[in-house]
T-cell receptor, first 116, second 111 residues
């Protein structure tokens, strides 16, 4: 079983739909992240949770709503998305909030989202 | 905004060839990481370099951090099809504790 599991692997949704992405980590880490990976663009950090509290929200539109019910689970609730939101959404975890450094990121395999 | 430019963007080579990919910035980083992302998977950490001028080796992969800690390179010797993937560098700024990812180099190694 991989350390960070994301479901679903693929998601196609219309602009009026509401869906949620799920991430679960089995590494005992206390920080979790959502990243967006689009073609030809660097990985974009969206949200960071440390000890279940949101510590970063990098100017992400309100149509993306994160939820962290406990240190092992992270959700990204989606509603009224736009076609330009189509991308690979990656979840990651680390031991400690300071990204990288002595607590590198462990990524899931991502959810490939297509908005039609 | 700190930018990490990686070059080349794409590289297609044959098995057995050597290659070098670069990661450059105008910013100074406290440390720099290299990740490899295989098709359909998330990035996986390969190495972290911390000291200016540091060289680390991971089997056929050699990583170097620039003396000024603004750039890094990854050299692969005798590439194999299993090396195929997207190589990402990511720099950490000490004060902001933020990890900035590069634009990536997509490598394809064919038989």
């Amino acid at each position: 079983e991989t350390g960070v599991t994301q479901t679903p692997r693929h998601l196609v949704m219309g602009m009026t739909n509401k869906k949620s992405l799920k991430c679960e980590q089995h590494l005992g880490h206390n920080a979790m992240y959502w990243y967006k990976q689009s073609a030809k663009k660097p990985l974009e950090l969206m949200f960071v949770y440390s000890l279940e509290e949101r510590v970063e929200n990098n100017s992400v539109p309100s149509r993306f709503s994160p939820e962290c019910p406990n240190s092992s689970h992270l959700f990204l609730h989606l509603h009224t998305l736009q076609p330009e939101d189509s991308a690979l959404y990656l979840c990651a975890s680390s031991q400690g909030y300071k990204q990288g450094g002595n607590s590198p990121l462990h990524f899931g395999n991502g959810t490939r989202l297509t908005v039609t | 905004t700190q930018l990490l430019e990686q070059s080349p963007q794409f590289l297609s080579i044959q098995e057995g060839e050597n290659l070098t990919v670069y990661c450059n910035s105008s910013s100074v980083f406290s440390s720099l990481q290299w990740y490899r992302q295989e098709p359909g998977e998330g990035p996986v950490l390969l190495v972290t370099v911390v000291t200016g001028g540091e060289v680390k080796k991971l089997k056929r992969l050699t990583f170097q951090f620039g003396d000024a800690r603004k750039d890094s390179s990854l050299h692969i010797t005798a590439a194999q099809p299993g090396d195929t993937g997207l190589y990402l560098c990511a720099g950490l700024t000490g004060t902001a504790s933020k990890l900035t990812f590069g634009t990536g180099t997509r490598l394809q190694v064919t038989l």
